[in-house]
Every structure is written in C-alpha cells, then in structure tokens.
C-alpha cells in the first residue's frame, strides 16, 4: 500500500476506536463488521474487475493488457452487515525494472495491512510457476486469513472450473476456494460473503454512499491512460503515463470542468504511435477519456491532452517520483 493509502488505513481504525463505540447491530442481531481486503494475483487475472464488479462501479481501469493497475485504489462495498474496503494491487511478477520492483514492494506492504487477502487465479488458464510464486509468497503471510478465488469461470467448463478449484487448494492453506466470474456475476455474493466474513466487527470506516478515496485527479489520469492503452502495440502500455496537471470548474461556469493532462512516453517513437496519423489517433484518446470523465464527475469536460517524452522514466527514479510512483 503506498504511504498515503497506509496512513488511510490507519486513521479510519484509530478513528473507529477513539469512537470507543462498539460496533452497531445489525438487523439480524449480527455486529456490524469493517475492514480491509486485497486482491492479489498475476497481472490480467481479473483482479480490477472483479472489485469493480462487488463495489458496483468502475474505480480500477481494467484492460486486456496485462499489468494495467499501477495503484492501489481503494473500492468501497457498502452492506447492511458491513463495510468492505477492497485495496487493489498492481499483480505481483518478476521484478525487470525500477518501476516493476517498486510495485511489488507496493504489494508486499499492502498485504500486512488487510484483513484479508484474495488470491485470484483465473479458471481458463493453466496453474503456473506465476501461481506459484505468489503463493509461496503468501505462506510467509501468517496471521491473515485468505481466500483463494478461482476468477473467470464464464470462460471454462464445468469440468474445468472443478479441476481448477482442486488444483489452487493445493497451492496452499486456504480459508476457502470460491469460483466466480465478475463477467456473468456468477458467485459474487458468495465472494462478498466469504470476505466480510474475515473482517472484525467495527464501525463502518467510511461515509455512506462513498465508493473510493482515490482522489479525483488521479481517477481522471487512470481513465485517459485506459483510453491510450486502448488498440496499441503490446509493448507500448508499460510506456505511457499520465498526469493532470491541473483540474477545475471554468470561471463563471459552473456545469465545465477543464481538465489540463500530459501523456508521457519514453521514446520519440512511441509519440508519433500515440499521435497516429494526422493527430487522429491521440484526438480518439481524448473524446474517448472525456466521455469516460464526464460520466466520473458528472459535469461537461474539456480536456487539454498533450503528450511529452520522458526518456526511460521506468528506470529513472527521479521520474518515477514525479509521476507518482513513491518508493
Ligand atoms: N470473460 C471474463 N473476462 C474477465 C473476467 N474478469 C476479468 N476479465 C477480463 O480479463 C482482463 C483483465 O482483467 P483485469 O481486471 O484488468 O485484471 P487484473 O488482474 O486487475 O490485471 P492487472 O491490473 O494487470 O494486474 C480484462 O480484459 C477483463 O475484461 C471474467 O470474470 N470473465
């Protein structure tokens, strides 16, 4: 979890204990219950989907790329029971870069601080060394409980699906092996269920009706990096980055915000792809980003999208701080 999420998590409990309340009932008798989960698991596997798909909105960008999540963003389920915040985590690899080892060390300190952890393995692919990895990786984890979720289930068989729970209850000491599939909604009450069961009675930890603390701003750059992903060559993705610069309501106008964005990638080349021809492909970015802003802030948009070369700011952590990835 970065600094900023971690201070979050923290002030919510502190402020559930100052409270010195015990947790309300709920109306089935139950106490209410309040915590924190995260999704972990190889990138593309479904993660960011499935919390967008129990929160009920879209606060993760998701993609067909693998590695699309690079923050941890938090979505918030709101129950009668409980309150479920759910931490999203980019998914953990082989580190190849200084932003790929800043990433995992991201996911690793996220892990001690959650209730519980979701270990999402999909149903159509083969268990791998990847599958692996992260579950040696959570057998150091010891006192939080986690779930493993056999995810996609829509894209196999019955007989598949069956195979699949067996072999991910194998991989390690689980609370409980749920199928689901974000994509047909398949199981995800269960999923709900089996997550907040984890969680320890408290106060809800955030208002009613919030579904994420990720500040506006950096929803509106995941959204116009969604849109810049969208249709180019497979290893451009890990290249492009985006900052808003400066986000507000226009003078005198109260139903325009001006968004002011840059698009970064590392090489010259990568610019002219990101361009297209004539300008054409960057200007489809931007109306597809401002329809997507737009529905997130409920208001008219323009946006000002320019883009800019850093060169290699995967490697330079100079860079990497000012685009947001904090050691
Ligand atoms: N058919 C089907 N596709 C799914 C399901 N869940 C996710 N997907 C697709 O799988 C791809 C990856 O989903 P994400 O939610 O971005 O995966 P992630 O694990 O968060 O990926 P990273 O951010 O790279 O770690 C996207 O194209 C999703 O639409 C599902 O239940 N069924």
């Known amino acids: 979890m970065s600094e900023r999420g971690v201070r979050a998590t923290q002030q919510c ?11 309300p009932q709920t109306s089935t008798g139950t106490r209410f219950k309040s915590g924190f989960a995260c999704f972990i698991g190889r990138p593309n596997v479904g993660k960011s989907t499935l919390m967008n798909a129990l929160v009920g909105t879209k606060v993760a960008i998701t993609s067909s790329k693998p590695q699309t999540t690079r923050r941890t963003i938090r979505g918030i ?31 690793r300190s996220t892990l001690g601080e959650v209730d519980v952890i979701g270990f999402c393995v999909p149903a159509n692919e083969q268990v791998g060394p990847g599958d692996r990895f992260i579950a040696a990786e959570l057998a150091q984890v010891k006192r939080t409980p986690i779930v493993a979720m056999v995810t ?9 699906v069956a195979e699949q729970l067996l072999k991910v209850s194998r991989l390690g000491e689980w609370a409980d092996v749920v199928p689901c599939s974000a994509e047909s909604n398949f199981q995800l009450d269960v999923v709900g269920d089996v997550l907040v069961d984890r969680l320890p009675e408290g106060m809800p930890l955030y208002p009613e009706g919030e579904l994420t603390d990720e500040p506006e701003q950096i929803m509106v750059a995941e959204l116009i990096r969604e849109a810049a992903l969208e249709g180019v060559r497979d290893e451009l993705p ?3 980055a985006v900052v808003v610069e400066e986000m507000k ?20 080349s990568q610019k002219g792809i990101v361009i297209g021809p004539k300008g054409a492909r960057l200007k489809d970015v931007g109306t597809r980003a401002r329809i997507q802003i737009e529905a997130l802030l409920g208001s008219k948009v323009y946006l000002d999208l320019r883009i800019k070369v850093a060169k290699d700011w995967q490697r330079d952590p100079k860079q990497l701080r000012r685009l947001g990835f904090y050691d």
């Not at 409990?13 to 947790?23: C, D, F, Q």
């Not at 389920?77 to 980019?90: C, G, S, Y």
Request: hydrophobic fraction near 35%; charge should be negative.
């Open 152 to 160: 996609k289930t829509d894209l196999a068989t019955h007989q598949q």
């Open 249 to 268: 309501a226009r003078e005198g106008r109260d139903d325009l915000v001006d968004v002011h964005a840059w698009l970064y990638v590392e090489r010259p």
């Open 77 to 107: 389920v709101h129950r009668p029971d409980a309150q479920l915040v759910i931490v999203d985590t980019p998914g953990l690899h082989k580190p190849r870069t200084l932003l790929g080892e800043r990433l995992d060390s991201l996911v």
């Open 238 to 240: 890990h290249s492009i």
């Open 13 to 23: 409990r502190e402020y559930a204990t100052i409270k010195g309340v015990t947790s």
